[in-house]
C-alpha cells in the first residue's frame, strides 16, 4: 500500500477481488472477495505443477467438444492435485453429470470414465462457477 499524488494504491491479495457492495469508500474501507477461479488459474497451477499444455489433431467436428473435454480435466486436476480416483476403495469419487440442469453423481465401486473429482464440493464449485459455465455447455449441451 502507498501514497501516490493524493491516491492511495492497494496491492489486492492474489485470488481476491474488490468486493464493491461491500467497500465503503467515504468511510475509507475497502473490502475484498475471493475472485472467482478461471481457466487462466488453472493452467498458471498446473504450469505450476510441472504439467504444460500440448497441441493435438481433432477433427473439426469434434474439436469444441474434447477442448472443453480437455478444460474440465484440467480442472480437476487443480482441485484434486495430487489424487486419483481407487477403485479398490470404497471412498466416493464425484463427477458432475447433467439432465436438466447440472449436478453431481458419486460412486465408489464403478468407473463410468468420467471426469473425478475427489470432494463433492470441488465438483459443485465447478457447476456454481460462472468462469466455467462455457466448458461444461460444451460437453453437456447437445
Known amino acids: ?3 501516490l499524488d493524493n ?3 492497494i496491492d489486492i491479495p ?4 474488490v468486493d464493491i457492495e461491500k467497500s465503503d ?5 475497502i473490502a475484498f472477495k475471493k475472485r472467482p477461479f478461471s481457466y487462466e488459474d488453472v493452467i498458471s497451477t498446473l504450469i505450476d505443477r510441472g504439467l504444460s499444455p500440448v497441441v493435438a489433431t481433432v477433427t473439426n467436428s469434434n474439436v469444441e467438444k474434447i477442448v472443453a473435454l480437455d478444460k474440465l480435466m484440467d480442472i480437476a486436476k487443480c482441485y484434486n492435485g495430487d489424487w486419483k480416483p481407487d477403485w479398490n476403495s470404497k471412498e466416493c469419487k464425484h463427477n458432475i453429470m447433467r439432465t436438466s440442469e447440472y449436478g453431481i453423481t458419486s460412486s465408489s465401486v464403478y468407473n463410468e470414465g468420467a471426469i473425478y473429482f475427489k470432494n463433492k464440493e470441488d465438483a459443485q464449485a465447478v457447476i456454481d462457477n460462472p468462469n466455467f459455465r462455457s466448458i461444461l455447455d460444451a460437453i453437456y449441451k447437445d
Do not use: D, P, S, T
Not at 14 to 17: A, L, S, T
Not at 25 to 29: D, M, N, P, V, Y
Open 1 to 3: 500500500m502507498k501514497m
Open 7 to 9: 491516491k492511495l494504491i
Open 14 to 17: 492474489k485470488g481476491m477481488e
Open 25 to 29: 469508500l467515504k468511510a475509507g474501507i
